[in-house]
């Protein structure tokens, strides 16, 4: 009896192993799968365009960046120059458009990558000579050699060979300025600055024929007004002073003139305030009086006018002697 119940729940038990062993576990929830390089790339480039369309050429600029960094495709070298221009980086442009050139020999913007590479070279060009001609007014001739070196390596113009080798024996570099300077002649032969160029190229010859290396600094065709020395100007003053001139002389007898009639002046007006000088017998009444006050206030006044006079005389005189 007992057996039965016993068989039966064995059973119940080797069925439920069997069916755990044959059933499968539930499925795990798959990650969601990240997002690829060129995906992000294509984002960033999205970003840059919608940026550069709106005129914010350093958010494009960055957008681009990246774009490029994750993909490495060659196009983007353009969009990035493009940005640069816009703002304002000449050098960085001119990198990134030349890189796209190399790289992507048949881009579609080949033609307008030519055209804005020679614009940015054209500024850059301009920029660079305004800097050396800064520096050569500044006597730093080093300078203003690489400058305009460098303004003519992006713009070959001949007359910048002639800047070139002045600087050049400016700085002592002799057969380095010879060269530059045959240069110049042959490639700009009606130069306004010819003749000079051709002086100079005989004075380096003559001294390389008589064995020297290199030359100081030599001046200028064209030097600046010299201060006149002490002694020149010493000389000069001795020269005026020997000669008076004639309107020195008329103002000097002027006021000498003025100033006699200024003494007279005061001396009469001195005489008719002593009333001591009445003379004897006459008497003293208001009429006299008054008479004496005026005569001596018409000579004070001829007195005061007359001094004013002399020396303004005489100073004009000391003034153009």
Not at 33 to 40: D, L, R, Y
């Amino acid at each position: 009896m007992l057996g039965q119940p016993q068989g039966a729940f064995m059973n119940a038990i080797l069925l439920a192993i069997a069916l755990l062993a044959t059933s499968e576990p539930p499925a795990a929830t798959a990650p969601a799968a990240a997002p690829t390089s060129s995906e992000e790339a294509r984002k960033a480039f999205k970003e840059g365009a919608d940026a550069y369309q709106a005129g914010n050429y350093d958010a494009a600029l960055q957008a681009f960046m990246l774009s490029y960094q994750l993909s490495q495709r060659g196009e983007l070298l353009f969009d990035i120059a493009q940005s640069h221009r816009l703002l304002g980086h000449w050098t960085a442009a001119q990198e990134y458009y030349e890189r796209y050139l190399a790289e992507v020999p048949q881009g579609k913007s080949r033609d307008v990558a030519l055209q804005s590479l020679a614009e940015v070279k054209k500024k850059r060009a301009v920029i660079e000579q305004a800097a050396a001609q800064k520096a050569f007014q500044e006597g730093n001739y080093a300078a203003a050699l690489k400058g305009y070196s460098t303004s003519y390596q992006l713009v070959p113009r001949g007359e910048l060979l002639y800047d070139i080798a002045q600087c050049q024996r400016l700085t002592g570099h002799l057969a380095e300025a010879k060269t530059t300077y045959e240069r110049y002649l042959a490639e700009v032969p009606d130069g306004k600055s010819r003749d000079v160029a051709q002086q100079h190229l005989d004075e380096i010859n003559t001294r390389l024929a008589a064995g020297e290396a290199a030359l100081p600094p030599s001046p200028d065709l064209n030097p600046k007004p010299v201060e006149p020395s002490a002694a020149v100007v010493s000389s000069s003053a001795s020269s005026q002073q020997s000669h008076p001139r004639p309107a020195a002389i008329v103002l000097g007898s002027v006021g000498i003139a003025a100033g006699a009639l200024a003494v007279v002046g005061l001396v009469e007006a001195l005489s008719f305030t002593g009333w001591q000088s009445q003379p004897p017998g006459v008497p003293l009444t208001v009429d006299s009086v008054q008479a004496r006050v005026n005569s001596a206030n018409t000579w004070a006044t001829v007195s005061l006018i007359s001094a004013i006079a002399a020396a303004a005389g005489i100073t004009g005189a000391v003034l153009t002697w």
